[in-house]
């Protein structure tokens, strides 16, 4: 798209709409941000498709903020605690000093002894670290593999450089029902 320096001369389109099919990313000051309307998301419990606005924003980083921002994501997708968010930082440490295997590390090592973890120092009472790996344990980011060695979802913990964090918002339904009540009609029980 051109720049628009002067409302005087704008190049007019009275039968078509040029942003329907705009795919440019348009270039903020951290980043581009492009917009699509799309019809790919299928709801997988009816199959239905859903058609839906597209705003996908491209943000670079350096490997200090990278962390921070995958961490950040993580936190709100899955809403960790600060427990669960301190003990996922101190196994992200432990992942990233694994060797990979085919792209990723599939499992970990987490040894509680001396106060510490696998040798390091804590920073946290082994009850509040077994509390947060009770937390990440039920959120699927690990599962027991043998004693003190768990595997790793490897959709949260890799080594790539890129993360994309999707949230769609739908609007809610308003029944019959809920509009009557909100005109202070009281609900009939069964």
Known sequence: MKKIT???????????????????????????????????????STGEQHTHALIHTLKVVD??????????????????????????????????????IGGFADSITLSLFDGGLNGDALGMSNRTFQNGLKGLLNKGFLSPKVRDQYWVNPTLFFKGDRVAFVTEYRRKKIT??????SQGQQRLID
């Open 6 to 44: 002067s409302l005087k001369n704008l190049k007019l389109s009275p039968k078509i709409n040029p942003l329907v099919e705009l795919s440019t990313p348009i270039r903020v000051k951290s980043g581009l941000v492009a917009t699509k309307m799309s019809n790919d998301l299928v709801d997988c």
């Open 63 to 100: 490997d200090t903020n990278f962390v921070k921002v995958f961490a950040e994501g993580i936190r709100q997708a899955f809403e960790l605690n600060r427990t669960e968010m301190r003990v996922f930082y101190k196994v992200l440490e432990v992942y990233e000093q694994e060797k990979m």
């Open 176 to 181: 019959e029902q809920d509009r009557l009540e």
